[in-house]
């Protein structure tokens, strides 16, 4: 697992990125002295927000799909505002009706509203995505941190933990964990997440090997630092870039497990529902010919996951590829979930 | 080399240790215990305990993992009171037929994957190679089951050409390849993103190297160029990715096979998380991510054996 696979080209850029604001750590040897103050002075470094946020500008496929993003929020979180509907008891008169004036989109099975469905299955849709990204960026980072910075005992078995984890397929573990519990939404939060944050943990501790090599880390040993201060005002503020992509595509990856959770009988009991309910729901009704039961959710679900994919794109090209942008064209694409 | 090899298979072992650790205990740790979910929340309390000190339960944790570890050492991993078999003889039957579906589909995404991606690269940035990145990204962004269904709606109930279940399985050779047929490409097309999007910058990569400029400048072809200097070069790490990527074809392999009732191992676990059947569930995962460890092993080792520029020296 810990590969001798070089992942996707990011390493050049980062070299690249390091010469240039000079902390690489050979040029900083040539560099220490005097001869910093009275020899060449190097070019204004690039790496400032202002050209990160063109390059993201330049980049139309992203802010489209920013804007997407925003909008199917806004319809799960701000629709139910002003769309009404009774999304709490069922009504078997008025199941299985398909679209017309009364309901956009038709409605369910159990009699439910197709599109006042879609919003409230939006809603622990995204919450989910987002609360697993979050948990397990935090976590991952946590343990990523330990193991990368004190090293050593600590170092090999946090990682042959993640490594064990890892290599159990990630389906297989969350079905045995959601067979051990009742699904809640809190529940399935943190089993999405305990496969989740373990590609973060690898990723945060390949960074945190490189960074603390770095001058300023060093500088900042040589001040008598504490540890804990180096690893939160060095080298965590150095990962954020890397971490908010991470975090970014985690979104997608844990809507993607929720969906399958809920294909399989995992998912959340009615009246609450989700994206994967409603679209698993539909496609057993589907042969019925209730087709408004499954293309809705089908298309919301493929909607989010691929602009997640190509949001995260874009900011990569941000955060880490600007500089040989040109040379390479776009060609990362979530490797992360291999690389790592 | 030989200090990497053996570094690598004792690093496989520790995992294996790790995971058999961690999912005994989570299996331990059940509310309700192991025996309340063999015979059932009525039975009394004295079926209970003859039942647990039957089965050792009673034992300190440690003691019985490691009864348990000795027997799955030999091949011995419990039996299922729901199938009344020996989880071995149960994964025997459904494993191999899993292991064929996850291996055709690997190979069946490379196999769209290389000439595509190899395609997108050469031609990068244009309105094909576009296309194809379009393509592919909404079927990675789909998620399996649903592939699976719009197979079955298009291949199945309009054209009436491959089956819709795989229930079947293992009738006779001949139905069983047809029955293969919308498993496997239901498994494949969610993947050949995977494989195309990073064979298509391995190309790109391979472009800017020196050999296909001296290849060029020795007077290949393009075609040449591509196929001789190009392909072989990027192909190798595109393989690789093989390895990383079994656990994620496993894992949707387990949906692909409990939507086609596919006989496989994926299915044998869902039926078996249903019904709490422990011993299936622990057999499962442990000779799953065996598998997986096997597969990336297999996968690390290769690429250090195939590229001769790769040196392990530690």
């Known amino acids: ?340 | 080399m030989t200090a990497y090899v053996i570094r690598r298979c004792l690093q496989a072992v520790v995992v294996t240790f790790i995971v058999s650790v961690i999912v005994f205990g989570l299996l331990h740790a059940l509310p309700g215990g192991l025996v309340r979910a063999q015979i059932g929340p009525r039975a009394s309390q004295y079926e209970v305990h003859g039942l647990e000190v039957q089965e050792g339960l009673l034992k300190p944790l440690p003691v019985q993992y490691g009864i348990w570890a000795l027997h799955a050492l030999q091949g011995n991993l419990g039996f299922s009171y729901k199938y009344n078999q020996t989880v071995g003889s149960l994964l025997a039957e459904f494993l191999p037929r899993t292991l064929l579906l996850v291996g055709s589909s690997i190979l069946l995404a490379l196999a769209m994957a290389i000439p595509m991606g190899l395609w997108q690269g050469k031609r990068r940035n244009r309105i094909d190679d576009h296309s194809l990145t379009t393509v592919t990204m909404i079927f990675y962004a789909m998620p399996d089951f649903l592939i699976g269904v719009l197979l079955i709606l298009v291949l199945s109930l309009q054209i009436h050409a491959f089956p819709s279940t795989a229930a079947n399985y293992g009738v006779s050779f001949q139905s069983d390849a047809a029955d293969l047929v919308l498993p496997v490409l239901a498994l494949t097309l969610g993947n050949v993103a995977y494989f195309s999007r990073y064979m298509r910058s391995a190309t790109i990569d391979s472009l800017l190297e020196d050999y296909v400029r001296t290849a060029y400048a020795k007077g290949a072809s393009p075609t040449r160029a591509l196929v001789r200097h190009v392909l072989r070069n990027s192909v190798l790490s595109t393989v690789t990715l093989v390895g990383l990527a079994i656990p994620f074809i496993l894992s949707g392999s387990l949906v692909i096979e409990a939507l086609f009732d596919f006989p496989g191992v994926g299915l044998l676990f869902w039926n078996a998380s249903q019904t709490r059947d422990y011993p299936i569930l622990l057999g499962v995962v442990l000779v799953v991510t065996v598998a997986t460890i096997i597969g990336n092993l297999g996968a690390d080792l290769a690429y250090v054996a195939i590229d001769p520029r790769v040196r392990y020296t530690t």
């Open chain 1, 1 to 340: 697992m810990s590969g001798g696979v070089p992942p996707d080209a990011g390493g050049g850029d980062r070299e690249l990125l390091a010469g240039a604001t000079a902390s690489g750590a050979t040029t900083a040897l040539a560099v220490a002295g005097p001869v910093a103050q009275t020899g060449e002075v190097p070019a204004r470094p690039l790496a400032s927000w202002r050209l990160s946020l063109s390059t993201f500008a330049e980049n139309r496929l992203a802010i489209a799909s920013l804007l997407g993003l925003v909008l199917i929020t806004a319809f799960s979180f701000v629709g139910p505002l002003i769309y009404k509907t009774n999304q709490v008891s069922a009504n078997l008169l008025l199941q299985n009706q398909p679209p017309g004036a009364a309901h956009p989109l038709g409605t369910t099975t159990a009699g439910f509203d197709e599109l006042g469905r879609l919003m409230v299955g939006g809603q622990s849709t995204i919450e989910v995505g987002l609360a697993v990204a979050v948990l397990s960026t935090a976590f991952g980072l946590v343990w990523g941190l330990v193991a990368g910075y004190v090293g050593g005992i600590a170092d090999a078995i946090l990682m042959r933990i993640v490594d064990a984890l890892l290599a159990i397929p990630f389906l297989f573990f969350v079905v045995l964990l959601a067979s051990l519990v009742r699904p809640t939404l809190w529940l399935i939060i943190i089993v999405i997440t305990s496969v989740s944050w373990l590609s973060t943990a690898r990723l945060v501790r390949a960074e945190a090997l490189t960074l603390r090599t770095r001058d300023y880390v060093k500088a900042s040993v040589g001040f008598g630092s504490r540890r804990t201060r180096i690893l939160f005002w060095h080298i965590t503020p150095n990962l954020l870039g890397v971490l908010i992509v991470n975090a970014g595509l985690k979104v997608a990856d844990a809507i993607e497990i929720y969906v399958a959770m809920s294909f399989l009988g995992l998912g959340l009991a009615p009246p609450a529902t989700d994206w994967g309910t409603l679209l698993t729901e539909g496609i057993d009704n589907f042969f019925n010919g209730y087709w408004w039961q499954l293309w809705p959710a089908g298309f919301l679900i493929v909607a989010v996951v691929l602009a997640i994919s190509v949001l995260g794109d874009g900011l990569r090209d941000v955060t880490e590829g600007r500089l040989q942008r040109r040379l390479r064209s776009r060609t990362r694409f979530r490797g992360d979930r291999f690389e790592s």
